[in-house]
């Protein structure tokens, strides 16, 4: 029964989206990062102008460096953010010339800056700092000393400029993935047509147009197409088989019907109560070859449409190839035949099988072997195991089949070229099925000097009865 597991668009919309959240993820990762890059340039920029504005107003009286800030470093450093901002101007002893803040910088740190511009991120009461550093040399009248400039403000117009170039790279992400959205789904569409050309294609095909699809696919489609092909091709051959077998039925019906009618027929004229009893012999042996003949064409249709392994339990082949033979030898078609039973195997050989599907293989293959020998032939039946097969065997010494027509006789209605016994050509056939339902394997030999033998390989069964 095919159960219905979501739509094909279903999951590739929900693998893309995974594919989607996944990168997007780290795209906007690398946006934040990127965003908080870019704000950091900016402002650091910021810094570095407003240092080098008041390294210019610099100015020495004597020994002494006169600081005066101008407000256009002051105006450079505090932003639109109401940022609180800090510059102090050392001496080259690393004595404070002037300030607005007392922050600390490091020894360290002014010997960094000594060397080069340095950028500082620092803590102070608890707010945080981004503070930048430089050494300038300044020109006086009598000297000629460095002084280091650091400047800084707080970090609130770096966090705010970074949130707002974030988000405008969200909103670029979030129209892109719309966009995308809407590009999926049109390819998806466009991707698809040829399911639903094909879908259409088999919709509109009769029940019974069994030729191969002509329709061009892309490779995607085409092994769905060709096993679609392969599988028209077996149901026409199946079909053509249906037909084949129903057309020798109703022959082989029809010919002992036609038989019966005649006799009948021929008795109705005559008043003599000898004559009205030969054709009443002959009407029984009819029936009774026509009725085996039906049974045969019921067993066959049963095992061709019946479910795959529904019934199938563990079989001692042992007991039941035992209580098959002795059946058999008891009916009178098996008094002037020498049949018998070989020694068989003391522990039990057990397949996975159906009990009555074994029985008609093993009554199949002796029916055909007392039939198809003349009387006093000698028929064997037997069984041995070969590894994890076990092989269940008939033995004849009749007159055997020819090499040419052996191959033809698991065929329906074929009885190998002999048309001097009543067999209906069915017992074979009956047994291919039981065989192929098993998942077995059926071998037909020559028996030497004369004669024909017939094997079964079973696969052993690790249930045990």
Not at 64 to 84: D, F, G, M, N, Y
Not at 413 to 424: C, I, M
């Amino acid at each position: 029964m095919t159960q219905v597991a979501g739509t094909l668009k279903a999951h590739l919309a929900v693998w893309l989206l995974v594919m989607v959240t996944g990168l997007g993820t780290l795209l906007l990762m690398e946006a934040y990062r990127s965003s908080q890059r870019a704000a950091e340039r900016a402002y650091d920029s910021q810094l570095a102008a407003a240092a080098l504005t008041v390294a210019d107003a610099v100015q020495w009286e004597g020994r002494v460096p006169i600081v005066r800030i101008p407000l256009a470093a002051l105006q450079i450093l505090a932003t639109s953010h109401q940022e609180r901002v800090f510059y102090t101007v050392l001496d080259h002893d690393g004595r404070r010339i002037s300030d607005n803040l007392d922050i600390v910088i490091p020894k360290a740190d002014q010997a960094a800056a000594a060397t080069a511009p340095i950028w500082r991120n620092t803590t102070q009461a608890g707010t945080r700092w981004r503070l930048h550093g430089r050494e300038y040399d300044s020109a006086g009248w009598d000297i000629q000393d460095p002084v280091q400039i650091w400047v800084g403000h707080t970090t609130e117009g770096r966090r705010v400029l970074t949130h707002e170039l974030f988000e405008r790279a969200i909103l670029r992400f979030v129209a892109m993935v719309l966009l995308a959205a809407i590009l999926m789904l049109l390819a998806m569409r466009v991707a698809l047509k040829p399911m639903r050309q094909l879908r259409h294609r088999l919709r509109m095909r009769q029940a019974d147009d069994m030729r191969p699809l002509n329709i061009k696919v892309p490779e995607e489609l085409r092994e769905m197409v060709e096993a679609l092909d392969t599988l028209f091709s077996r149901q026409r051959k199946s079909r053509e088989n249906l037909l084949r077998f129903t057309a020798d039925a109703s022959h082989q019906l029809k010919t002992p019907l036609a038989g019966l009618q005649s006799t009948s027929e021929l008795a109705l004229q005559s008043h003599d109560p000898d004559v009205w009893y030969r054709a009443l012999s002959d009407v029984h042996d009819g029936a009774k070859r026509t009725s085996r003949l039906a049974g045969q064409l019921l067993s066959l249709a049963r095992l061709r449409h019946m479910e795959e392994a529904d019934e199938f339990q563990p079989i001692n082949l042992c007991a039941l190839l035992r209580d098959s033979v002795l059946e058999w030898a008891q009916r009178e078609m098996a008094v002037r035949h020498d049949l018998g039973l070989a020694e068989l195997p003391r522990e039990p050989m057990i397949v996975q099988g159906q009990a009555w599907a074994l029985r008609e293989l093993l009554g199949n293959l002796i029916d055909n072997a007392l039939r198809y020998t003349p009387q006093g032939s000698e028929i064997t039946l037997g069984l041995y195991a070969n590894g994890d097969w076990l092989v269940l065997y008939i033995d004849d010494n009749g007159p055997g089949v020819a090499q040419e027509v052996r191959h033809r006789l698991l065929q329906p209605f074929e009885r190998g070229g002999r048309q001097d016994t009543y067999g209906s050509g069915l017992g074979l056939a009956i047994v291919d099925n039981i065989v192929q339902r098993h998942a077995a394997t059926l071998k037909i030999k020559e028996r030497l000097p004369h004669g024909l033998s017939i094997e079964v390989h079973f696969q052993k069964a690790e249930e045990q009865v």
